[in-house]
């Protein structure tokens, strides 16, 4: 049974910064595996969106609008994601998710993702 975890979200000021943490099991990632990993979030009145991706071989992957303020990273060792976060804004206000898709290719992960966290709230006050 695939369960993810996610820890490290609360509220912060506008410009802060943050680090989200996923504690992955039933799953393994590694650089050589099968496992994609990646975090989403639901902003209050819009749908989830899929917003950073780690495919098996390290390579990562951004939504547009968010690239350059985040960073995703996974520890294998740990079965660990992570999502780092920099510059929040109060627009960056939502529940984040940590997310995990199985995939026939490290250096590609499928469109839509299987697995999910509870998710997690980050606030941002101006």
């Known amino acids: 049974q695939v369960q993810l975890m996610e820890s490290g979200g609360g509220s912060v000021q506008s410009g802060g910064s943050l680090r989200l943490s996923c504690a992955a099991s039933?799953?393994?990632?590694?650089?050589?595996?099968?496992?994609?990993m990646g975090w989403g979030r639901q902003v209050p009145g819009k749908e989830r969106e899929l917003i950073a991706t780690?495919?098996?071989?390290?390579?990562?992957t951004y939504a547009v609008s968010l690239e350059g303020r985040i960073t995703i990273s996974g520890d294998g060792a740990k079965n660990m994601a992570y999502l780092q976060m920099a510059d929040l804004q109060p627009e960056d206000t939502a529940i984040y998710y940590c997310?995990?898709?199985?995939?026939?290719?490290?250096?590609?992960?499928?469109?839509?993702?299987?697995?999910w966290g509870q998710g997690t709230q980050v606030t941002v006050s101006s």
């Open positions: 997310a995990a898709a199985r995939t026939d290719t490290v250096d590609l992960c499928p469109r839509t993702f299987d697995y």
């Open positions: 039933g799953i393994v990632y590694s650089t050589d595996g099968s496992i994609c």
């Open positions: 780690l495919r098996p071989n390290g390579q990562t």
